[in-house]
């Protein structure tokens, strides 16, 4: 749970004399009146912006520290290759020419030496 206040078009007029001094707004900031509406939609579609460049940090660092991506594992003790992690957490496998899409089972990578 996240929450946090913004201050958007309020005046030192706006606080009592205890934060006049300490607050501010983005209207003091800047000198501009804003629609709310339009601060809120900004505000989410950073949020979502962000939240997809987790997905894709997240990832390249899962790939590049996994045991199992792009190698052979057993899966529910059949030889797979894994493919890839899917976005929903998804493994992506190949067995033989099929690819197929598995959410749940036990795997457990091949470690060649």
Same mark, same amino acid.
């Given at each position: 749970?996240?929450?946090?206040?913004?201050?958007?078009? $309020?005046?030192? *007029?706006? %606080?009592?004399?205890?934060?006049?001094?300490?607050?501010?707004?983005? @209207?003091?900031?800047?000198?501009? #009146?804003?629609?709310?509406?339009?601060?809120?939609?900004?505000?989410?579609?950073?949020?979502?912006?962000?939240?997809?460049?987790?997905?894709?940090?997240?990832?390249?660092?899962?790939? $590049?520290?996994? *045991?199992? %991506?792009?190698?052979?594992?057993?899966?529910?003790?059949?030889?797979? @290759?894994?493919?890839?992690?899917? #976005?929903?957490?998804?493994?992506?496998?190949?067995?033989?020419?099929?690819?197929?899409?598995?959410?749940?089972?036990?795997?457990?990578?091949?470690?060649?030496?």
């Amino acid at each position: 749970m996240l929450g946090f206040g913004l201050n958007v078009n $309020q005046t030192e *007029l706006d %606080w009592d004399e205890n934060i006049k001094n300490l607050a501010t707004s983005m @209207f003091l900031q800047s000198h501009t #009146t804003y629609q709310l509406e339009s601060v809120l939609q900004n505000i989410l579609l950073s949020f979502e912006a962000a939240q997809r460049q987790d997905e894709i940090i997240i990832s390249k660092m899962y790939q $590049q520290y996994s *045991l199992i %991506w792009g190698n052979f594992a057993l899966l529910n003790g059949n030889k797979v @290759f894994v493919k890839e992690i899917a #976005t929903d957490g998804a493994l992506v496998i190949e067995d033989g020419n099929k690819t197929e899409i598995i959410y749940a089972g036990d795997l457990l990578p091949i470690i060649m030496p």
